[in-house]
């Protein structure tokens, strides 16, 4: 069982920019691929970006495209889901999950962390 912990939710303003952390181990991050999801109240958890040694930076989401990117940070041993231009839209609860694949569809994801809250408000 994989251990993920995010980070860096917050409450900000349209427009403004935050990152999102995922931690875990440097020998998981090297085996699985991280995914990056959000999920609103009575919604279904959709799929962001991906990150994964094989299959390295994939923004999913049309609506995060140019506005979000995806990386790892060695140093912290952590994937990374840095967000711009935030909207209302944007707010939902975000989760990291870990695959052997990178995929928009969180049923390949065995393992999640417990989430972290973005509301974008003015």
């Known amino acids: 069982q994989v251990q993920l912990v995010e980070s860096g939710g917050g409450l900000v303003q349209p427009g403004d920019s935050l990152r999102l952390s995922c931690g875990a181990s440097?020998?998981?991050?090297?085996?699985?691929?991280i995914g990056w999801f959000r999920q609103v109240p009575g919604g279904e958890r959709e799929g962001i970006a991906c990150?994964?040694?094989?299959?390295?930076?994939?923004v999913y989401l049309d609506s995060a495209k140019g506005r979000f990117t995806v990386y790892r940070d060695n140093a912290q041993n952590t994937i990374n889901l840095e967000m711009t231009n935030l909207t209302p839209e944007d707010t939902a609860v975000y989760y990291c999950?870990?695959?052997?694949?990178?995929?928009?569809?969180?049923?390949?994801?065995?393992?999640w962390g417990p989430g972290t809250q973005v509301t974008v408000s003015s």
């Open positions: 999950g870990a695959a052997l694949r990178c995929s928009p569809r969180p049923v390949y994801f065995r393992s």
């Open positions: 440097s020998i998981e991050l090297d085996y699985y691929a």
């Open positions: 990150f994964g040694s094989a299959d390295r930076d994939v």
